[in-house]
């Protein structure tokens, strides 16, 4: 007997998690042939940027952490979710300043879609120092854990049934106009392969 077809990835919801002013929506779309669905950011200037850019998606307007994932998709299925948590409570960049530990944890948002509504193909994208996320000591990343928090979190992604792959990429190298290395992770719970350009 002859399987039913897979719809294809794309079919399905995208969601923008973490929308800025659009530049990753602007990826997504180019790779979907269509308009992003969701799009979500807290601060209402980087909303209006990004509906101006982007004015077929749907926009909220609110933090991430109070966004329920499934009034968000309305129930509907998820093919793509993108995530660019902020980097700068990871980042060398921030220098021996302290970091906070609530930003810091965006990413555990990522886990929490994961788990509500299941999306079929996650992106997240970081800086390289991302993968040494890890428990604080004093407002400071505590060097004896580096990674601890990071693992954690891939092993929570791999509970819930999907397969993660990581890699530091610099986008330059597949024709972006920046020269930046940065942490790119694909997690897909589709049975499809993950494969890197």
């Known amino acids: 007997m002859k399987r039913p077809a897979q719809r294809g990835l794309f079919e399905d919801l995208i969601v923008d998690s973490f929308a800025g002013g659009g530049g990753a929506s602007v990826a997504l779309e180019a790779a979907a042939g269509r308009p992003v669905d969701v799009a979500i950011n807290h601060d209402p200037e980087a909303i209006a940027m990004h509906a101006a850019n982007h004015p077929h998606t749907r926009h909220l307007c609110e933090s991430i952490f109070d966004v329920d994932p499934v009034a968000a998709t309305s129930g509907r299925p998820v093919g793509v979710m993108w995530a660019s948590p902020d980097c700068r409570h990871h980042s060398?960049?921030?220098?021996?300043?302290?970091?906070?530990?609530?930003?810091?944890?965006l990413a555990w948002i990522v886990v929490r879609w994961a788990a509500r509504v299941k999306p079929r193909v996650i992106f997240l994208e970081n800086v390289e120092e991302f993968a040494t996320w890890g428990p604080l000591r004093g407002g400071r990343p505590c060097p004896v854990r580096r990674g601890a928090t990071f693992r954690a979190w891939v092993d929570q992604l791999r509970r819930l049934g999907y397969e993660v792959e990581w890699r530091s990429l610099r986008a330059c190298?597949?024709?972006a106009p920046t020269s930046r290395k940065r942490l790119y992770l694909i997690a897909r719970r589709d049975g499809v392969p993950i494969r890197w350009p």
């Open 173 to 175: 190298d597949f024709g």
């Open 92 to 105: 060398r960049a921030k220098g021996g300043k302290p970091v906070e530990k609530r930003i810091r944890g």
